[in-house]
């Protein structure tokens, strides 16, 4: 699919919808696209102020019961910080964030079945694992209900609990990827995953949307007991509510960056456990053809000119705050390559081959360039990735005098080796001095 870009002129209407939108009460009959009827901003949650709508009921005096509790838990001057501050500034990012930010699909969020290859990994693992959930937040923020109904969490990074660690991990990430790659068109890197979050009882999850970098995301159900279901409410980028309810192997995508999320209305129920997969766009449209072909995208590489990431609309209301947050830029812009090539991690390389590609060739302090790094260490994707795209299969280290590939090849793996032969099938020619 193609970007649906904000330019400047629709970020103004985009302002003046939203603020329009902050008023409004429900419509006469008006449905949205899953045929329920339409409340405005502020009705089910503070979203854009601190003042609800009355139009579901006494949402105010909830609201107002809430900060109390988070003030009381926090304690003395933590207060101010914990509970005020915070509320302040989700409030803030409701209001400015979703309009200076770039969209990649029509309405924001889609719920799928999860495929087998994505939620089965994740169900073994939670089914080995479910009795070893630790608390997981021990600071106080007004985005949940933590106070009372602290989350526990079973962490998939974990290598010593089983099925845990970077073997799983890496298949969620891969196997996400995929899904959300195709529903955006974009080539997406990896931002984060905790693993399974268990929520509890009387669990309220106050509308907002995610901090940069967490832009294409995706939330699978991987098991609740619950007495009632507990919807997510979403608001499309047709500036309408929807409240999207879950059953365990469902997953909801999301651009959670401009899509305002939460859980208002309070769990009813014993655990309802979710995984969050979080992913950013790299700048280049990923194709669907035999080839899987990357397309730069030329809106993304002017916007990369300004320092700014894809998604972040260039001269918008949020462009200095995601300066002032991201003192050195945009990360994945300044991304290590050595240590991409030394964890053979392709991916990365790849997308640092669309956002700053000469960094594929350049030397380091003694002369070696990525090409050297990766037949040193042996992994063969990562050296035909580079000679793909350019790099020369035989410069020599030492800015010239010391060795070839072909010869760092033989030292480390001998000449019957796989990356040996593969270096020659290139024409590979082994060259420096002889010690």
Not at 111 to 119: E, T
Not at 267 to 284: C, D, L, Q, S, T
Not at 326 to 341: F, T
Request: with cysteine; hydrophobic share 35%; glycine share 8%.
């Amino acid at each position: 699919p193609e970007p649906y870009n904000n330019t400047m002129k629709e970020v103004g209407v985009t302002l003046w919808f939203i603020l329009c939108l902050t008023v409004a009460v429900v419509s006469n009959g008006e449905v949205n696209e899953f045929n329920q009827e339409i409340y405005g901003f502020d009705a089910s949650w503070p979203i854009k102020s601190n003042k609800t709508l009355d139009v579901l009921g006494d949402k105010q005096s909830v609201y107002e019961a809430f900060i109390a509790s988070c003030k009381n838990a926090s304690g003395g001057l933590m207060a101010a910080y914990s509970c005020d501050r915070s509320e302040e500034y989700r409030i803030k990012m409701n209001n400015f964030q979703p309009m200076s930010m770039r969209n990649f699909t029509k309405l924001g969020f889609k719920r799928i079945k999860a495929p087998k290859d994505v939620f089965e990994p994740i169900r073994q693992f939670w089914e080995r694992n479910r009795d070893i959930a630790e608390t997981e937040w021990h600071s106080i923020n007004t985005y949940h209900n933590m106070w009372e109904s602290p989350p526990t969490l079973v962490n998939i990074q974990n290598s010593s609990i089983p099925g845990g660690g970077g073997h799983i991990q890496h298949q969620v990430w891969d196997m996400s990827r995929r899904v959300l790659e195709e529903w955006t068109g974009q080539h997406l890197a990896p931002c984060s995953m905790w693993g399974i979050r268990i929520y509890h009882n009387n669990s309220i999850l106050t509308p907002h949307v995610d901090r940069n970098p967490l832009v294409s995301s995706a939330i699978i159900n991987v098991d609740q007991d619950v007495d009632e279901p507990w919807p997510l409410e979403v608001w499309g980028h047709d500036g309408k509510p929807y409240n999207v309810s879950m059953e365990p192997g469902d997953m909801i995508l999301y651009e959670s960056h401009s899509v305002i999320h939460g859980r208002p209305f309070p769990m009813r129920g014993r655990k309802y456990a979710n995984i969050f997969v979080h992913f950013e766009p790299i700048g280049a449209y990923r194709r669907t053809d035999p080839d899987d072909w990357l397309v730069p995208d030329e809106e993304a590489a002017e916007t990369r000119e300004l320092g700014l990431p894809p998604y972040v609309v260039p001269g918008s209301i949020w462009e200095s705050e995601w300066h002032e947050n991201h003192e050195n830029g945009w990360e994945l812009y300044n991304s290590d390559i050595r240590d991409a090539v030394f964890n053979g991690d392709l991916h990365t390389l790849e997308n640092v081959a669309i956002a700053t590609p000469k960094k594929l060739f350049e030397t380091d302090d003694n002369g070696w360039t990525p090409l050297h790094e990766a037949v040193r260490a042996g992994h063969m994707e990562v050296v035909e990735f580079l000679l793909q795209q350019g790099a020369n299969v035989n410069e020599q280290t030492a800015f010239g005098i010391g060795h070839s590939p072909l010869r760092l090849a033989e030292d480390h793996h001998g000449i019957e080796s796989d990356v040996y032969e593969f270096l020659t099938s290139w024409g590979a020619v082994s060259l420096g001095p002889d010690l």
